[in-house]
């Protein structure tokens, strides 16, 4: 089947279900971090022009594939994938949530196109719903939704303008958790966003909020670590029939230390760690240490340290030493953790006295790789606008092959019913030919009525009930 048979076949489906073409609307950035041209607007809503998008009306489109839903009838990947690209208006925004939830109930989940999870994230920034968004994207079970790295700069840049760091810091967790190192645009800044949280004065108990707290509740319920039930087969020598009781055991308890992370200075910490090794200077070398003490690994920590202090000058900041001092005099002499920390302490001292620790400002530091970001856009940009085009050819080809999948199973259809009709055809045919079988067939359909009637038993005291 060639392209213009399958366009014209989906365009006669869409002109079916009257889906005609709402009115655009537009939405201006301010300036933040990131230059206002950073987005690429102009050549993300060009994607509008496009012959199949721009022949779709978005609120009849979710109506069809809301009802679908409803009737248990398959909805696809690419179907979802064509109304988040088509989506324009803020009140749509519950419609486009509403859909991805669903398909993440079904197996098509895995099928999902990567502009999915980019279009969703920018109508979202579009219309500056970032709270909501990142409450979406933390709930990665439940809405599978997980933002490519310009998405996750875009996010970013968005939350930092708010001086929202609490969410911001969160979002650069999102990314170490899923291993997401993005660009070095993307490095600058998670790292930027944790350090603005670590060194703020924000409330460690308010990093995650109480409809959080429910959801990561009801997912450790999922696999919990106490007692709980469990089938067991059992069987008894004078009964065939097996019998299936639940008895308690109890689970192993385990704790992966990456997905399973809860303590907000764990998380940071090991946020920190991961996205300073992209920085081979004294910040990136500094807030690897700083990650670490974190983090709580003082083994992995005092190990690093020996490794660095073979280095000759400007290796970390002050900085670095004031964290342990501070740690030091916060915790107790039964603390098992205070002879790792004296240990860790032992080096700096020695560090210091080799001239290899630098009485700089990390906070300067860190704001002046900031100066970067100008220079950096010019790449995410390059990439961001070939990956528009990447993704508008695999819609297209995920699109045939659905249409052609289509087609094969209405082809099965008319052959089945074909082969039902030719049956019928001859039975009446031959059905004189083969009247000796069929009057076989009667008989053999008379003696198991006869058999059925002679099992039945009926009580002699029994009254039919009367007729009128």
Same mark, same amino acid.
């Given at each position: 089947m060639n392209s213009l048979k399958v366009f014209k076949l989906y365009h006669k489906c869409i002109h079916s279900m009257n889906i005609l073409s709402p009115p655009m609307t537009t939405k201006c950035f301010v300036r933040t971090l990131l230059s206002q041209s950073y987005n690429c607007d102009n050549q993300w809503e060009a994607r509008l022009d496009n012959d199949l998008l721009s022949k779709i009306n978005a609120q009849s489109f979710f109506n069809e594939l809301n009802q679908r839903y409803q009737k248990k009838l398959r909805v696809t990947a690419v179907d979802i994938d064509l109304f988040a690209n088509s989506v324009t208006r803020e009140e749509q925004l519950e419609e486009l949530q509403h859909l991805v939830f669903q398909l993440r109930r079904t197996k098509e989940t895995v099928n999902t196109l990567d502009s999915t999870h980019h279009s969703f994230c920018r109508i979202f920034l579009k219309y500056r719903q970032t709270e909501q968004l990142v409450k979406i994207i933390s709930n990665r079970i439940g809405f599978g939704i997980f933002p490519d790295q310009f998405c996750y700069n875009m996010i970013l840049d968005q939350l930092i303008e708010d001086?929202?760091?609490?969410?911001?810091?969160?979002?650069?967790?999102?990314?170490?958790?899923?291993?997401?190192?993005?660009?070095?645009?993307?490095?600058?800044?998670?790292?930027?966003?944790?350090?603005?949280?670590?060194?703020?004065?924000?409330?460690?108990?308010?990093?995650? *909020? !109480?409809?959080?707290?429910?959801? @990561?509740?009801?997912?450790?319920? +999922?696999?919990?670590?106490?007692?709980?039930?469990?089938? /067991?087969?059992?069987?008894?020598?004078?009964?065939e029939e097996v019998r299936y009781i639940r008895v308690p055991y109890i689970r192993n308890e385990y704790f992966d230390d990456h997905f399973d992370l809860r303590d907000p200075n764990h998380l940071c910490g090991k946020t920190l760690y991961f996205f300073s090794q992209k920085f081979d200077d004294i910040v990136g070398r500094s807030y690897q240490i700083i990650g670490l003490i974190l983090y709580e690994k003082w083994d992995k920590c005092l190990h690093l340290l020996e490794v660095l202090s073979k280095n000759k000058q400007n290796v970390i900041v002050k900085e670095v030493v004031d964290r342990v001092d501070q740690l030091?005099?916060?915790?107790?002499?039964? *603390? !098992?953790?205070?002879?790792?920390? @004296?240990?860790?302490?032992?080096? +700096?001292?020695?560090?210091?006295?080799?001239?290899?620790? /630098?009485?700089?400002?990390?906070?300067?530091?860190?704001?002046?790789k900031l100066k970067h970001i100008k220079d950096l856009e010019k790449q995410d940009m390059q990439l961001m606008t070939k990956l528009f085009i990447d993704w508008e050819n695999e819609r297209q080809l995920a699109l045939n092959k659905q249409i052609e999948e289509l087609f094969r199973e209405e082809k099965k259809r008319e052959i089945e019913e074909k082969k039902r009709e030719l049956q019928m055809t001859s039975r009446k045919v031959y059905f004189f030919e083969n009247f000796t079988k069929h009057e076989m067939d009667f008989s053999e359909a008379e003696r198991k009525i006869q058999e059925l009637k002679a099992k039945t038993v009926v009580e002699e005291d029994y009254i039919p009930p009367e007729t009128y």
């Open positions: 001086k929202n760091v609490r969410n911001a810091a969160k979002v650069s967790t999102l990314m170490m958790a899923q291993e997401e190192e993005g660009t070095s645009l993307s490095q600058i800044l998670s790292l930027y966003a944790v350090h603005k949280y670590i060194n703020g004065n924000y409330d460690k108990n308010e990093w995650f *909020n !109480s409809e959080e707290l429910e959801r @990561l509740t009801k997912e450790s319920e +999922l696999y919990p670590n106490a007692c709980t039930d469990r089938a /067991v087969i059992t069987t008894d020598d004078n009964d030091i005099n916060s915790i107790s002499e039964e *603390n !098992s953790d205070k002879q790792k920390l @004296l240990d860790i302490k032992k080096v +700096l001292n020695d560090m210091s006295s080799g001239s290899q620790i /630098v009485d700089q400002n990390l906070d300067e530091l860190v704001s002046e």
